[in-house]
């Protein structure tokens, strides 16, 4: 057994949407794990804030949806052990309520992203025989009310994990987390749109959605991502791991 089990030391990841949330948590954990971060987010304010504590990070400010911009920057990188597909953006919305244009912003980012990242990636990834973790969602495993265009874009993610998983089953390793309702500045910024008048009591029906009667922490989901970049996970591949306080259980 490693006395010391989950290392990434030596290793070079790259998170995706890394200066806020679940991104934040995952370089601040991947980083006490030993991993050199590159924190690619379009807040350069926020990203330089959050290299300036952590040890052997830097800093990359990208539009992962801007396939010039993401071939130019992973082009530039001379190795990549992990890739952390984390950027992604919500909407709230029944499939009447939902316009065009704004279904479309949502696979832009959150499945074209997702997908230009990898796509550019693959090739450090392959030379490295590193590994990918997707953040999907319970959205991409449930259906959740009035999450149309949401629900659509993690269920994207979550098939696009398992089959990379089985085109390159021995060269990389590829899974997803699917997290419930995160306290993040996502939610903050999702209950300031929809629900400015009844934040609280909006927020406690959040909490209550999820059975264990709790949102999860954003370190709570960077532990299970640390988890699946570490040599102890050598044996999950095309796994897509809920972490939801029970929701997608029942």
């Keep these: 057994m490693n006395s010391s089990p989950f290392r ?7 998170v995706t949407g890394g200066a806020s949330g679940i991104g934040e948590a995952a370089c601040r954990v991947l980083t006490a794990a030993g991993a050199s971060v590159l924190i690619a987010d379009i807040d350069r304010a926020r990203a330089e804030a959050l290299a300036a504590q952590l040890p052997g ?10 396939e010039a911009a993401v071939q130019t920057a992973l082009g530039g990188l001379p190795k990549l052990d992990i890739l952390v597909n984390n950027a992604g953006i919500g909407l709230v919305g029944n499939i009447e309520e939902t316009a065009l244009a704004d279904f479309q912003r949502l696979f832009r ?75 993040t500045p996502f939610v903050e910024a999702y209950l300031e749109k929809y629900h400015k008048h009844e934040k ?24 299970m991502i640390l988890y699946l970049c570490s040599d102890e996970a050598g044996f999950v591949n095309g796994a897509v791991l809920s972490i939801d306080g029970g929701w997608s259980a029942a």
């Design 57 to 66: 990070s830097s800093v990359l400010i990208l539009d992962i949806t801007d």
């Design 200 to 223: 609280e009591k909006v927020r406690a029906e959040l909490n209550a959605r999820q059975p264990v009667g709790r949102l999860g922490k954003p370190e709570e989901i960077a532990y």
């Design 109 to 183: 980012v959150n499945v074209e992203g997702t997908f230009l990242m990898t796509k550019h990636a693959l090739p450090l990834l392959l030379a490295s025989h590193g590994c990918i973790v997707n953040v999907a969602s319970v959205a991409g495993l449930v259906g959740v009310k009035r999450r149309y265009a949401y629900c659509a874009t993690k269920g994207a993610v979550v098939m696009m994990t398992r089959q990379l998983a089985v085109d390159y089953p021995t060269q990389i390793r590829v899974n997803a987390v699917a997290p419930g309702t995160v306290d």
């Design 8 to 14: 990434l030391d030596g290793r070079a990841a790259l």
